[in-house]
């Protein structure tokens, strides 16, 4: 009796082992420079580090705004609280070869084109005769009292030629008509005055103790004023409530009064 050798039978692979073949023949042909599968494969990596990239750079950008926003809320703030300050001292116009700074030491170290007198919360009024007797020669900067604004600075002509130049003082911001009340003490190199609002019943009379407003915003406006190349000019502001005025009523408790006073170089003909 003959015996028939039987045919080896070969399992069919199962679907993982076609995968892992699939796999290797792409990392084979991956590693091929002159494959498609290569070409593919890296286009692939390379749109990746690009993407990565992108969201990178996006993400620094969503930094850097942010930084400048917060940069431009505190240019802001601090220019609001130079120029809406109860008392505020500027620089207006210059002009070539003529120019003025201002400063709260007479030494002059450091120079600004704005100055802040400060504030003072919750005053009561006060007469003048309460005020210190030495307010123009007690301090230099701000040297308020607990009723009173009092600021004291200089003003030089830091050109190389003498000038003249004109003072104005506005009101630029009140409150329950906290003017109607209120008293503008200014010194100029030692010698001073008191400035008012003309009366409640009539703008255009003075208050027995003080010289009248310009008009109901603006306090004072100066004629020209003499400044040789290198001199200072001493200047003392005070600011309070005054109690004997006929309007310091009960309706302006609470009130705000703001003001700022400016310096222009008056120009000459030739540069008009």
């Not at 942010?66 to 008392?87: H, R």
């Not at 020669?137 to 607990?146: F, P, S, Y």
């Not at 050109?159 to 009140?174: N, R």
Request: glycine share 6%; hydrophobic share 35%; proline share 1%.
């Amino acid at each position: 009796m003959s015996l028939r050798k039987k045919n080896k039978q070969v399992a069919a692979p199962t679907p993982e082992a076609v995968a892992r073949l699939g796999h290797k023949d792409e990392i084979k042909a991956a590693r091929d420079k002159n494959s498609g599968v290569y070409e593919h494969f890296h286009s692939q990596e390379n749109a990746k580090v690009i993407a990565t990239e992108k969201k990178r750079k996006r993400r620094y950008m969503a930094i850097l705004s942010a930084l400048v926003a917060i940069l431009l809320v505190m240019y802001i703030i601090s220019m609001l609280l130079t120029q809406w300050g109860d008392l505020v001292i500027s620089i207006g116009d210059v002009s070539d070869g003529k120019t003025i700074m201002l400063s709260e030491s007479k030494s002059f170290d450091d120079a600004e084109e704005n100055l802040n007198g400060g504030s003072v919360k919750d005053v009561t009024n006060i007469t003048k005769s309460w005020l210190p007797k030495n307010l123009d020669t007690e301090k230099d900067g701000q040297h308020n009292g607990d009723n009173y604004v009092a600021y004291t600075f200089y003003l030089k002509n830091t050109g190389d030629e003498d000038l003249d130049y004109k003072t104005t003082m506005d009101i630029t911001g009140v409150s329950k008509s906290a003017d109607e009340a209120v008293r503008i003490l200014i010194y100029k190199n030692g010698k001073g005055n008191t400035y008012a609002k003309g009366t409640y019943a009539n703008r255009k009379t003075a208050e027995t103790d003080a010289t009248k407003w310009v008009d109901n915003d603006t306090v004072i406006r100066t004629p020209q004023s003499h400044l040789k190349a290198g001199s200072v000019d001493k200047f003392t502001i005070v600011i309070w409530i005054e109690g004997n005025d006929k309007e310091c009523v009960d309706a302006i408790r609470g009130g705000t009064i703001r003001s700022r006073m400016v310096f222009d170089v008056v120009k000459n003909e030739e540069e008009s």
